[in-house]
């Protein structure tokens, strides 16, 4: 029985040899993938981000406990940083998170960013199809401790987490463009220590200043302590609400179209450039464009649409 | 596609013991050789420590071990990991651990044993040596 069929089963193995085909590209995958693609859609993407430290794992390991007691199964993917020397990693996400490593309704997938850049993997999306396949009702994504840039993540969860810490700064910071304009939820975590009020203060003044149309989400600031479990059912409530006003207001589907947008240029891309990679390695074609190209015979646009000239009269992708 | 093929580890404190200053650096010493190590923390169950490598998809798991309880958390480690047909999965382990008991933990499936004062180079290098990513195509079904 090939993959595929057995992840829709809901085999664990199964589901882990193909996020790991998807995570190093090997051929087979890609039909795998083809299979699992009209089961996928269902799942409520959650993404949570935030600096390192602000408490991501721990935040996600309560709200483990708190959808699996709604009955809900959960897959997390949890990403950290690549050596840029080694190209090893430290994937230590799922320590705070190991003690529900044996329930069957939770998954849990560390990635490594392998070089990709936004706070994610180059995988990830195609992680996310797979566990939304497997039946997962949330999938949780916790993307690498981020700083000020890294929005990916907003582009593949249906809601998505900012996780902030007291102490990080003060109006400015809060102004700046960037992750704080993604954030369809704000968590103050670690709620206990000082400077909570200052943190919770400058954020609601910079909501103030936006101008949020009648039907549009304004973000909610909420206040956590997740490692005593403190603020979680209020954190659960607005995600609840975020889900339901993104289906009541059609940005839901406005949203699902925005992804298969970026999808598809992905694929396009990838494939295209694979295309052209392949065809450098077939002959010297592309060896002596670019020799046109250094001794100034031609200018790099005419020779891209060149190639892409020969790759339409070709025909083989 | 391109394809980059990375070995996965898992390191596990299997039972009730706190010490795990050795399983950090060993993990330490696994990332600068390349890999991409998962730690699972310390008071893990076998249980844990099995499906955690499943999820995971790991090549190798290093369990270590400074309680005195490695004959019976070791290999019922290698036990589930069979239960749950992933015996390909390869398991070493570490910590203090008689002689007498390295010839029983390798009969019971554990691969390779190490003790204190061991180099993490020769760790590293016999992870190289005896540990490959698997390949698309072998996997056992």
Not at chain 1, 131 to 141: E, P, T, W
Not at chain 1, 270 to 281: E, G, I, K, N, Q
Not at chain 2, 105 to 114: M, T
Request: charged letters at 30%; proline letters at 3%.
């Amino acid at each position: 029985m090939g993959l595929a069929k057995r992840i829709l089963q809901g085999d664990i193995r199964a589901t882990a040899r193909l996020l790991r085909e998807v995570e190093e590209e090997l051929p087979g995958a890609i039909d795998e993938l083809k299979v699992l693609y009209p089961h996928t859609g269902r799942s409520h993407v959650v993404g949570i981000t935030g600096a390192p430290g602000s408490g991501k794992s721990t935040l996600i390991d309560v709200l483990i406990d708190a959808y699996r007691r709604e009955n809900k199964t959960v897959g997390v993917i949890a990403i950290d940083p690549s050596s840029p020397f080694s190209g090893g990693a430290i994937l230590g996400d799922r320590i705070r998170m190991q003690r529900h490593a044996t329930d069957e309704g939770v998954f849990i997938r560390s990635l490594a960013t392998r070089g990709w850049h936004g706070g994610l993997s180059k995988a990830a999306a195609n992680v996310i199809h797979i566990m939304d396949a497997m039946g997962r009702d949330v999938i949780l994504v916790e993307t690498v401790g981020v700083g000020q840039a890294e929005v990916d993540i907003m582009n593949f969860a249906h809601t998505s987490l900012v996780a902030l810490v007291p102490g990080t700064g003060d109006w400015v910071q809060t102004l700046k463009a960037g992750i704080l304009e993604i954030a369809d939820i704000f968590v103050i975590n670690k709620a206990d220590k000082q400077g909570v009020n200052e943190v919770e203060v400058e954020l609601q003044a910079m909501l103030q200043m936006g101008a949020y149309s009648a039907d549009a989400w304004k973000p909610r600031i909420l206040l956590t302590e997740a490692i005593n479990n403190k603020g979680i059912d209020d954190v659960m409530e607005a995600i609840r609400q975020h889900r339901e006003s993104l289906i009541a207001s059609g940005r839901y589907e406005a949203h699902l179209r925005e992804r298969s947008r970026l999808e598809l240029f992905e694929v396009l891309k990838s494939s295209l450039m694979d295309r052209v990679f392949r065809m450098a390695t077939e002959d010297d074609y592309v060896e002596k464009l670019i020799d046109d190209l250094a001794s100034r015979r031609v200018d790099p646009y005419s020779a891209a649409s060149e190639v892409l000239k020969r790759i339409v009269r070709e025909g083989k992708f | 596609m391109t394809s980059g093929r990375k070995l996965r580890i898992l390191v596990a404190k299997p039972g009730l013991d706190g010490h795990d200053r050795g399983a950090k650096i060993l993990a330490r010493a696994y990332r600068d050789a390349g890999f991409e190590v998962i730690y699972s923390g310390l008071h893990q169950t076998p249980e844990q420590i099995v499906q955690a490598a499943l999820q995971e998809d790991v090549d190798l798991i290093g369990l270590s071990c400074l309680s005195g309880a490695h004959m019976y958390l070791f290999p019922r480690v290698i036990d589930l990991l069979k239960e749950s047909k992933a015996e390909d999965i390869t398991v070493i382990g570490g910590g203090i651990i008689p002689m007498d008991d390295i010839p029983k933990l390798k009969k019971a499936g554990i691969k390779e044993v190490f003790l204190p004062g061991g180099s993490l180079k020769d760790m590293v290098d016999w992870a190289k040596a005896n540990v490959e990513p698997c390949r698309y195509g072998e996997r056992k079904e």
